[in-house]
């Protein structure tokens, strides 16, 4: 079965840096698309950053654009998220998510979620 890992959270400072990897197991398909979701004590999970497959295109959302990128290493199916110019409204649980398109349909997996907390 496919499982994602998250790793590379912790404490930073607001306008430190810090990079999150997905390492994604199980995956057989060829087509499919990583992505970056977050969620902050209270609030809905939003979409961060997305990077598609095979083309590699990316999307941000508005509040972290600039700030944020999103890449990937395909030979070993992991997503990175190296996240620049920190705040405090970046604290959040970071998921990885998988989706695997069909022609079907589609399916998402998840990741257990990786803390960042952006403290002085």
């Known amino acids: 079965q496919v499982q994602l890992v998250e790793s590379g959270g912790g404490l930073v400072q607001p306008g430190g840096s810090l990079r999150l990897s997905c390492a994604a197991s199980g995956l057989t398909a060829s087509m499919y698309s990583m992505s970056w979701y977050r969620q902050a004590p209270g609030q809905e999970r939003e979409l961060a950053a997305t990077?598609?497959?095979?083309?590699?295109?990316?999307n941000y959302a508005d509040s972290v654009k600039g700030r944020f990128t999103i890449s990937r290493d395909n030979a070993k199916n992991t997503v990175y998220l190296q996240m620049t110019s920190l705040e405090l409204e970046d604290t959040a649980v970071y998921y990885c998510?998988?989706?695997?398109?069909?022609?079907?349909?589609?399916?998402?997996?998840w990741g257990q979620g990786t803390q960042v907390t952006v403290s002085s």
């Open positions: 998510n998988v989706r695997v398109v069909f022609v079907w349909g589609r399916r998402d997996y």
């Open positions: 990077i598609t497959s095979p083309g590699g295109t990316t």
